[in-house]
């Protein structure tokens, strides 16, 4: 059974950062892609970036240059460093693992961003 766990999430001031963490546990034969999603009140759940078993990245056009994500394979965790939040940003951050072609999802992180 596979495991996904995210951390790091809650209320933070416009202009400020988070950093998010997720650590991934059980059954992991081969973790093909890591990553993080995000779902807004009223919208629909986008990806916010991804990164692959090689580390290659997959960055929401939008969020490049503020958004860095992360990972360490020893420790089976993927990270997200969010920097100069805007109340937009205010979502559910879920971590998801493809593993061997299984989608696995966290629980969900809320982050707020407001004054």
């Known amino acids: 059974q596979v495991q996904l766990v995210e951390s790091g999430g809650g209320l933070v001031q416009p202009g400020g950062s988070l950093r998010l963490s997720c650590t991934i546990s059980?059954?992991?034969?081969?973790?093909?892609?890591m990553g993080w999603y995000r779902q807004a009140p009223g919208k629909q759940r986008e990806l916010v970036a991804s990164i692959s078993s090689d580390g290659r990245t997959n960055d929401r056009d939008s969020l490049k240059g503020r958004f860095t994500i992360s990972k360490d394979n020893a420790k089976n965790t993927v990270d997200l460093q969010m920097n100069s939040l805007p109340p937009e940003d205010t979502a559910v951050y879920s971590c998801?693992?493809?593993?061997?072609?299984?989608?696995?999802w966290g629980q969900g992180t809320q982050v707020t961003v407001s004054s």
């Open positions: 998801y693992a493809n593993i061997v072609g299984v989608a696995y």
């Open positions: 059980g059954n992991i034969f081969s973790i093909y892609v």
